[in-house]
């Protein structure tokens, strides 16, 4: 097949049976126990979710349906041989647990531009905000315009099957990835640029075509895009930006509504909005000292001010990871490559060896190494992409390819309502003095 659509077709009976088979089998099987800790801490640890197109190994990081970041860029088509894994490559990936061929890729690309069309009254809902409102309300703005075209709430309306949930679910994912880089681009555009829109260019692939609509036709820029929208697509599903898509799929709210929650989710300073911080806070850095060619010392003292006046070094820690991230290290890699004597990806490489012996001096932090959003700022600012306020929207776009896929799952297998229990404090105290 080199439509999507047939290839997935084929997956859902054989994935939905798996699943009646754990459940109807193994369904007393314990998966581990619950502790005061996890329930007061986050639920971190907590198996409590199937995902099925990453998973995070603490120690090694995210695998694609079982691949490494370095095996994506090796196995995975990019726009020429040798080249970046396309986000097309991924979606497809991380829809079907298989690697695509180069036409199969071409394919999806193609059809990813054909649903591109976005109604006039998206963009006057965002324009409907003042210029001055954070990208990424604008962002949500647009996509809850978008979900005025909803494939799966007429379906509903007009009294769909159970059975047949994905496939309106499908049509609605795939429009909304389609469609979120021209919203992206036209926020961006609106807010730092001119306001005019750059149209998208049939002869493009979904990763290059976004940087295209911002404004950006550097070559090593495009390629860029293609690895950071890939990387930044999924990273398992506990993460909040997917978990809250998945949350609020479960009462068959549509993909529209469920992807502008996790966008909401993305906005929080210790998730996806951490890659802005990053680089406010290395503007920061060059600002006190008046260059980025500093010494170890003043990065230790300015670290050190930071934690003092109880702030967290953004970009560092992970709720699972306990090693430097690989998203981290691929971006690195990148950068080694294109922007070698770039001044602030050098400081960026200094500070990834001055703040981990600090923070792990502090006793509790669990993970003092890099995460992805340490990195990204810094090459998206070379490229010219310089307005930090702006990252996480990038970040939302890409997550799309990783939630999306996963929405179709749900309802293709039937996953129900989530509503797992709460206790009040009072009885969780009971609890405790009872055990
Ligand atoms: N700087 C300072 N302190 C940190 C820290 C950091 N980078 N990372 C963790 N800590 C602190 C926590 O704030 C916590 O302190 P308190 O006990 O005083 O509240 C303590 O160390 C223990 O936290 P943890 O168990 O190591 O980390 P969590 O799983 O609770 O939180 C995370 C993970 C990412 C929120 C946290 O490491 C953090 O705030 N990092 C900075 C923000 C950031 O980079 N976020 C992006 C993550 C990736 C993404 O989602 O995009």
Same mark, same amino acid.
């Given at each position: 097949?080199?439509?999507?659509?047939?290839?997935?077709?084929?997956?859902?009976?054989?994935?939905?049976?798996? !699943?009646?088979?754990?459940?109807?089998?193994?369904?007393?099987?314990?998966?581990? %126990?619950?502790?005061?800790?996890?329930?007061?801490?986050?639920?971190?640890?907590?198996?409590?979710?199937?995902?099925?197109?990453?998973?995070?190994?603490?120690?090694?990081?995210?695998?694609?349906?079982?691949?490494?970041?370095?095996?994506?860029?090796?196995?995975?088509?990019?726009?020429?041989?040798?080249?970046?894994?396309?986000?097309?490559?991924?979606?497809?990936?991380?829809?079907?647990?298989?690697?695509?061929? %180069?036409?199969? !890729?071409?394919?999806?690309?193609?059809?990813?531009?054909?649903?591109?069309?976005?109604?006039?009254?998206?963009?006057?809902?965002?324009?409907?905000?003042?210029?001055?409102?954070?990208?990424?309300?604008?962002?949500?703005?647009?996509?809850?315009?978008?979900?005025?075209?909803?494939?799966?709430?007429?379906?509903?309306?007009?009294?769909?099957?159970?059975?047949?949930?994905?496939?309106?679910?499908?049509?609605?994912?795939?429009?909304?990835?389609?469609?979120?880089?021209?919203?992206?681009?036209?926020?961006?555009?609106?807010? /730092?640029?001119?306001?005019?829109?750059?149209?998208?260019?049939?002869?493009?692939?979904?990763?290059?075509? /976004?940087?295209?609509?911002?404004?950006?036709?550097?070559?090593?820029?495009?390629?860029?895009?293609?690895?950071?929208?890939?990387? *930044?697509?999924? *990273?398992?599903?506990?993460?909040?930006?997917?978990?809250?898509?998945?949350?609020?799929? +479960?009462?068959?709210?549509?993909?529209?509504?469920?992807?502008?929650?996790?966008?909401?989710?993305?906005?929080?300073?210790? *998730?996806?909005?951490?890659?802005?911080?990053?680089?406010?806070?290395?503007?920061?850095?060059?600002?006190?000292?008046?260059?980025?060619?500093? +010494?170890?010392?003043?990065?230790?003292?300015?670290?050190?001010?930071? @934690?003092?006046?109880?702030?967290?070094?953004?970009? /560092?820690?992970?709720?699972? @990871?306990?090693?430097?991230?690989?998203?981290?290290?691929?971006?690195?890699?990148?950068?080694?490559?294109?922007?070698?004597?770039?001044?602030?990806?050098?400081?960026? +490489?200094?500070?990834?060896?001055?703040?981990?012996?600090?923070?792990?001096?502090?006793?509790?932090?669990?993970?003092?190494?890099?995460?992805?959003?340490?990195?990204?700022?810094?090459?998206?600012?070379?490229?010219?992409?310089?307005?930090?306020?702006?990252?996480?929207?990038?970040?939302?776009?890409?997550?799309?390819?990783?939630?999306?896929?996963?929405?179709?799952?749900?309802?293709?297998?039937?996953?129900?309502?989530?509503?797992?229990?709460?206790?009040?404090?009072?009885?969780?105290?009971?609890?405790?003095?009872? +055990?």
């Amino acid at each position: 097949n080199t439509d999507l659509y047939s290839e997935l077709k084929e997956l859902v009976p054989e994935n939905q049976e798996r !699943v009646k088979k754990l459940r109807k089998e193994h369904g007393n099987v314990e998966l581990g %126990k619950i502790t005061v800790d996890m329930v007061l801490g986050g639920m971190r640890g907590m198996t409590a979710l199937v995902w099925l197109g990453s998973a995070v190994d603490p120690d090694e990081g995210i695998r694609f349906r079982g691949m490494t970041i370095p095996e994506c860029q090796k196995k995975l088509p990019g726009a020429f041989p040798g080249g970046e894994p396309l986000p097309e490559s991924i979606l497809w990936l991380l829809l079907t647990g298989k690697i695509p061929s %180069k036409e199969q !890729v071409d394919s999806l690309a193609q059809e990813l531009r054909s649903r591109a069309t976005i109604p006039d009254y998206a963009y006057k809902a965002i324009d409907a905000l003042p210029v001055s409102a954070h990208p990424m309300t604008q962002f949500t703005t647009g996509v809850m315009a978008l979900q005025v075209q909803s494939e799966f709430q007429k379906a509903y309306e007009g009294g769909i099957a159970k059975t047949r949930y994905w496939e309106p679910t499908y049509e609605d994912t795939m429009n909304l990835i389609a469609r979120l880089p021209a919203i992206a681009a036209y926020i961006y555009r609106r807010k /730092y640029k001119d306001g005019k829109i750059i149209p998208l260019d049939d002869s493009l692939d979904y990763g290059a075509n /976004y940087a295209h609509m911002l404004g950006f036709d550097d070559p090593e820029m495009l390629e860029f895009m293609r690895l950071y929208v890939s990387i *930044h697509s999924d *990273h398992e599903g506990g993460n909040v930006s997917s978990h809250t898509a998945h949350l609020v799929a +479960s009462p068959l709210s549509d993909p529209y509504l469920a992807f502008a929650a996790a966008l909401n989710g993305l906005a929080g300073p210790l *998730h996806g909005l951490a890659n802005q911080e990053v680089l406010r806070w290395i503007r920061s850095i060059v600002a006190e000292f008046g260059t980025p060619n500093i +010494s170890t010392e003043q990065l230790t003292e300015y670290i050190h001010k930071t @934690l003092n006046s109880g702030q967290v070094v953004p970009g /560092y820690g992970h709720g699972v @990871l306990r090693k430097t991230d690989p998203r981290y290290t691929c971006q690195r890699e990148f950068a080694l490559k294109h922007l070698p004597n770039d001044p602030y990806f050098q400081l960026v +490489s200094k500070i990834k060896e001055v703040v981990p012996p600090i923070l792990t001096k502090l006793g509790k932090v669990k993970n003092p190494w890099p995460n992805v959003d340490a990195h990204s700022g810094v090459l998206l600012n070379y490229y010219g992409l310089t307005e930090e306020n702006y990252y996480t929207v990038l970040f939302g776009v890409a997550r799309s390819l990783g939630v999306g896929p996963q929405l179709i799952w749900d309802r293709a297998l039937g996953m129900p309502l989530e509503r797992p229990k709460s206790v009040t404090l009072e009885k969780l105290e009971q609890l405790c003095t009872k +055990s």
